[in-house]
């Protein structure tokens, strides 16, 4: 049986609030105060996301780790995101969260998260002072990444089949999006 969990109506939301939420198997975000809930990944999303952590880490420099999801990323009291990978510095992590914006998060792209993940993660990241945002789509193939300039993120790679990216932030490492999808 399913419990119904009660949310406030009067205010934004927190991440406090968060703690209330169901462990039913789906995600759930919080963006400026406004709940995001999506439901588990496919299996293709979800093989994306393995090759891409087998990927980053075997390239991972000692003092950094590649995590998967769903681990929080706390970007505000408002605001706690689950990335699909992060890369960060492993003194950064708490046992529970990232408290701060990753050194890289990265996003395969799913029809529910699309729109999410290109606009308003993108935005929230870009705002907490993420280096690097990456979003991934397994249906076209693609890599597309953003490096922060000034404060304003600037795409630097989209690639797609047997293109490469040679990826340099937050280290080196070379990405195929053809050798993601096996």
Sequence with gaps: ???????????PLVRADLEAMPDDGHRYEL??????????PALGHQRVVGQLHLLLSAATPP????????????????????????????????????PGPPLLAIEVLSPSTRRID???KRDRLEAAGCPAYWCV??????????????????????VAGTQVFEATRPFPVTVRPADLKR
């Design 63 to 98: 003092g950094l780790e590649v995590i998967l999801a769903p681990f929080a990323v706390a970007l505000a009291d408002d605001t706690e995101l689950q990335p699909d990978l992060i890369v960060a510095r492993t003194a950064d992590f708490t046992p529970r969260e990232l």
């Design 137 to 158: 789509d397994p249906v076209a193939m693609t890599v597309t990444a953003w490096e922060l300039e000034d404060g304003r993120y600037v795409q630097v790679a989209h």
């Design 31 to 40: 963006i400026d105060g406004v709940l995001i809930v999506t439901p588990a």
């Design 118 to 120: 290109l606009t308003l």
């Design 1 to 11: 049986m399913m419990t119904m969990t009660a949310l406030p109506r009067s205010r």
